[in-house]
């Protein structure tokens, strides 16, 4: 069982179409990083959230940090063919020298 | 630029036969880590080092070996490699603890 679930794991829209995925756990985290992945590359940091009820926003992309710290949602308005790849959250539960990563969501926007 | 790398970037290989996979960093960070990529999992960290010598296990160690002898390096051993560890590796430095992780390009390994 994953400390992260991530939801959905797959998602396949039209470009111009409005998303939102999840990230959820049962533990308290100290903050929260989300993370985009390309095919062939590594994931690369989206942003990172670290207050409960936090809202952060990148262009069309919208993050929030659940009031408990215990969840997160990325939205993504209007999406565009570039915003394909894989969607991966992180979270530091605070103690010990790790972040843990939740399963991700592959994201297919075709035109 | 800012970059970590990984060499190689594909490798195929047998049941047993030693493998190293080499990670560098050209940023001065601390931190070093390894992390296995499979489906449905995420990345789930192999080890971690917070300094040159300094090791310690993360989630998924068993069959794996590191060494920190040098700031900017950090090599992955595979002594005796297993099908099971058919995965895609990715290295990755942080400054900071729990920071923002900054990823190699990751390693295909394919063990037969």
């Known amino acids: 069982t994953q400390l992260l679930e991530q939801s959905p794991q797959f998602l396949s829209i039209q470009e111009g179409e409005n998303l939102t995925v999840y990230c959820n756990s049962s533990?308290?985290?100290?903050?929260l990083q989300w993370y985009r992945q390309e095919p062939g590359e590594g994931p690369v940091l989206l942003v990172t959230?670290?207050?409960?009820?936090e809202v952060k926003k990148l262009k069309r992309l919208t993050f929030q940090f659940g009031d408990a710290r215990k969840d997160s949602s990325l939205h993504i308005t209007a999406a565009q063919p570039g915003d394909t790849g894989l969607y991966l959250c992180?979270?530091?539960?605070?103690?010990?020298?790790?972040?843990?990563f939740g399963g991700g969501t592959r994201l297919m926007v075709k035109p | 630029e800012a970059q970590v790398t990984q060499n190689p970037r594909y490798l195929i290989t047998v049941t047993g036969k030693k493998l190293t996979v080499t990670c560098s960093q050209n940023?001065?960070?601390?931190?070093m880590s390894w992390y296995r990529q499979d489906p449905g999992l995420g990345l789930r960290q192999i080890y971690y080092s917070m300094n040159v010598e300094v090791t310690d296990k993360g989630d998924v160690p068993e069959g794996y070996k590191v060494s920190r002898k040098e700031k900017r390096n950090f090599p992955l051993i595979l002594e005796s490699p297993s099908p099971n560890q058919t995965s895609l590796y990715f290295c990755a430095s942080s400054l900071y603890r729990v920071g923002e992780q900054y990823f190699g390009p990751g390693t295909r390994l394919t063990v037969t």
């Open positions: 992180a979270g530091d539960e605070g103690a010990g020298n790790m972040l843990t």
């Open positions: 940023m001065n960070h601390e931190y």
């Open positions: 533990s308290v985290f100290s903050s």
């Open positions: 959230v670290v207050t409960g009820g």
